[in-house]
């Protein structure tokens, strides 16, 4: 569905509108079961005061399904440890939309999966960050996560119920990946979805694990070789320059770029902060997405179809002639765009340039 609105955004087909809502991250709960070294919450295992309450949910999930039909994922935290999970998946389901949801694994039995499947829940993801139990349990704090996520997995297997792999890539898992992916092959994940880390919340500590600007296009030139010969998806989030890069191996060979433009592993652009996509903290607060912790609107103040349409800060995101540095001048800017969240992190300013992009725009080239 596309709204007229004052100078946000050229739609596909040429016309100014609010772009359509595609994905859309609750964060339903911040609690969790784990203490993850780079989680964006630095989410506990405690209950967070003022979590958007049952009736408030199904409020914003009205509303959502009159905006198309967006994916809504169902993350936390950890959702599992969210009393009435399961009513509000299926509150969406039976509104028509397609309902997922980020889970870590641990807490997955036989029993949860087919709760699962009942409530409607399409697909699962589920966070792998080291090939075995030694490297992925020192990631997520827990001594066990690994195997228990395994096991969670063999549950969703029983079931029938689609499960993908997420790996946030760093300095310690980045000589690991090839096994990582090998992995989910493997386990017969229908995806994998590789993020590259965003130094929030807890990650922020984690400035040792950054990788450089050359590991990042190194890693994302590897993905793009593994996209040819791979068996299920793949997709790189919080990696614009991934669009990028797909497009000057494309144009060195003479070939067409096509993407999938449509579901959970679609790939059409960089950034999709306020795009395509948005965030809904544990109470309420609207944001690009979890890592840019920028308020857009409060869906406890107003409904999040208008805080769509209205909000300055995703008009303001819209317009890739506002970005600065080299980011305003790059031929790619229109679909990179460099990551808002790590330039916010970076400089204070949700328009800068991409900290970590080793690419140097043609200047007097314009996209």
């Known amino acids: 569905m596309t709204h007229n609105h004052p100078g946000v955004h050229m739609n596909a087909d040429g016309h100014k509108g609010t772009p359509e809502l595609r994905l859309l991250a609750w964060e339903t709960t911040r609690r969790c079961n784990l203490s993850c070294l780079h989680c964006r919450a630095g989410a506990e295992d405690e209950n967070y005061p003022n979590e958007l309450t049952t009736a408030q949910g199904e409020e914003m999930l009205k ?12 993350t936390g935290g950890e959702p599992l440890l969210r009393k009435d999970i399961f009513h509000l998946a299926r509150f969406g389901t039976d509104l028509g939309l397609r309902m997922v949801m980020a889970v870590n694994g641990t807490l997955m039995t036989d029993e949860i999966a087919q709760r699962m499947v009942d409530s409607g829940i399409q697909r699962i993801s589920v966070s792998i960050d080291g090939p075995d139990a030694k490297s992925h349990d020192a990631f997520r704090g827990l001594d066990g996560a690994f195997d228990k996520a395994l096991e969670g997995l063999e549950s969703a297997k029983k079931v029938g119920l689609d499960f993908q792999l997420n790996t946030t890539v760093t300095r310690s898992n980045l000589p690991w990946m090839e096994n990582i992916h090998k992995l989910a092959e493997d386990l017969g994940a229908v995806a994998h979805h ?81 795009k395509g ?7 309420g607060q609207v944001q ?20 769509w349409q209205e909000s300055e800060l995703f008009n303001r995101l819209r317009d890739e002639d506002k970005l600065k ?3 305003g001048i790059c031929e790619y800017r229109r679909v990179c765009g460099g990551c808002r969240a ?9 328009m800068a340039e991409e900290p970590l992009c080793l690419y140097q725009p043609a200047k007097h080239k314009k996209a």
Do not use: N
């Open 277 to 283: 996509f948005a965030f809904v903290s544990h109470v």
């Open 194 to 274: 590789i993020f590259l880390l965003v130094p929030t919340g807890r990650g922020r500590a984690l400035t040792g694990e950054i990788i450089t600007a050359q590991e990042y296009e190194d890693v994302l030139h590897w993905f793009a070789e593994k996209k040819k010969t791979a068996k299920m998806e793949l997709k790189a989030t919080c990696a614009p320059h991934y669009f990028r890069v797909i497009r000057q191996r494309a144009k060195a060979k003479g070939e067409k770029v096509e993407f999938k433009t449509h579901g959970l592993d679609a790939v059409t652009k960089g950034c999709l902060g306020g």
């Open 325 to 327: 540095g080299k980011c």
């Open 288 to 307: 690009p997405c979890g890592y840019l912790e920028l308020p857009a609107g409060d869906v406890t103040k107003q409904p999040f179809s208008t805080i």
């Open 342 to 350: 790590r330039a916010y992190e970076v400089s204070g300013d949700e």
């Open 63 to 74: 509303d959502l399904a009159t905006m198309g039909k967006p994916v809504i994922i169902l």
